[in-house]
């Protein structure tokens, strides 16, 4: 790959070593070999970048003879000291991860709000001790940063979360609080934006550059990448599919609207139409959709009637974005796994303008992680994208 014109020595060999950082972060270890080739760069160079991120402590080389034969290759390694801090707020519970440079997941912990905890002070306190608790085991790592998702709408700038209404929190300054409690820098965005890029990078649309990613808990989420790039819109709002009114004559919605996609499918919407209480969050929607495969009226009911939604949601999802591939995450994965011919039939209603099938849907790979693991990428996002910038100290 011939040097851009205009770009000087220093940028170039920044966006070098990027290049090789990222590589070796999404796809693991990696031989100079294919580096030198993915890069268009001779041996040496190549030598001196993995020689400098390895000086910065981000790599370390190994020897490796690849593939049975020809001469031994050096194998460029993420380095094991490198972890960070991810963490998931949900409306029911806490997750916290420590996760290593190059994605594996060291330890992680999960703990349920306690009644009323969603008070943005008392959950800024849980999240710290859990953080604390969590880096107190890791003591030989260096911590490079905390990403955090949150189910509700983020400001990009600074990480105001605007507006969570399933935590009830309007204009609340978590990501401010949190990194003035544990005195380091923390990143916070939307859980379902964080989703998608989970499922991009290691998970269900690899490959793909045109995604829609839908998750269910209580409310939805939405999270697209287009053309690759992840939608954000103007401030960083974008995607509250959840909030999309599907029905003008449905439940008056806790954003204050009538009808949103919210009150139609979701973990609670399920239950209580199956005469459970609601709160038990996938365990009891599981037990739901096995007592509706072994006959109870009530139990089939519901899941038939959350389908019928599932499908109105993602048609007007597929007709607006055309994805090539539809990830669907929590309540929503659980929900098209036992009645996806019922979901189907509802999306195919009428004319679908993308043809369906030319659209896959698939169930997240990584499950409820998809935003833990989204949160870590966030986290890692400003050492993989300079790495000589990385800090040296704990
Ligand atoms: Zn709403």
Redesign the pocket.
């Known amino acids: 790959m011939p040097a851009p014109t205009g770009v000087g020595t220093e940028e170039l060999r920044r966006a070098n070593l990027r290049a090789i950082l990222q590589t070796v972060h999404t796809h693991g270890p990696t031989t100079r070999a294919v580096l030198t080739k993915q890069l268009g760069l001779n041996r040496s160079t190549i030598g001196a970048l993995t020689g400098e991120l390895q000086s910065l402590g981000l790599v370390t080389e190994q020897t490796a003879v690849v593939g049975g034969r020809g001469r031994p290759s050096h194998l460029v390694v993420p380095s094991e000291g490198n972890v960070v801090v991810a963490v998931d707020v949900g409306v029911d519970r806490i997750a916290v991860a420590l996760v290593g440079l190059g994605g594996e997941v060291l330890d992680r912990r999960t703990r349920g709000h306690q009644r009323g905890e969603h008070d943005v002070a008392h959950v800024v306190e849980s999240v710290a001790q859990m953080i604390e608790e969590t880096l107190a085991q890791s003591r030989h790592h260096r911590c490079l940063g905390v990403g955090v998702a949150v189910p509700g709408a983020v400001r990009a700038a600074d990480g105001l979360v605007r507006f969570a ?1 399933n935590l009830g929190w309007v204009e609340e300054p978590f990501t401010a609080m949190l990194a003035a409690r544990l005195d380091r820098p923390v990143a916070t965005a939307n859980d379902a934006n964080l989703g998608v890029l989970a499922e991009h990078i290691r998970g269900a649309a690899m490959g793909y550059s045109e995604v829609a990613y839908l998750s269910a808990s209580v409310g939805i989420g939405g999270g697209f990448l287009i053309d690759g790039r992840p939608l954000t819109g103007a401030r960083g709002y974008a995607g509250e599919v ?2 999309m009114q599907v029905d003008s004559h449905g439940m008056i ?5 009538v009808g ?1 996609w ?2 139609k499918v979701g973990e609670n919407v399920l239950l209580m139409r199956a005469g459970r209480l609601s709160g038990g969050g996938p365990t009891a929607v599981a037990e739901v959709i096995a007592a509706a495969q072994s006959g109870e009226a009530r139990a089939a009911e519901a899941v038939d009637h959350v389908a019928d939604w599932c499908g109105v949601g993602i048609r007007a999802i597929v007709n607006l974005f055309n994805p090539e591939v539809v990830v669907l995450g929590g309540c929503l994965a659980q929900v098209w796994r036992a009645a996806e011919t019922r979901v189907n039939i509802a999306i195919q209603r009428g004319q679908l303008i993308s043809p369906r099938n030319e659209t896959l849907i698939r169930s997240a790979q990584l499950g409820d992680d998809s935003p833990l693991i989204g949160a870590a990428e966030l986290a890692f996002g400003p050492v993989l994208d300079h790495p000589q910038a990385v800090p040296q100290a704990v």
């Open positions: 209404p959840g909030h919605c806790r954003c204050g609207s949103c919210e009150m």
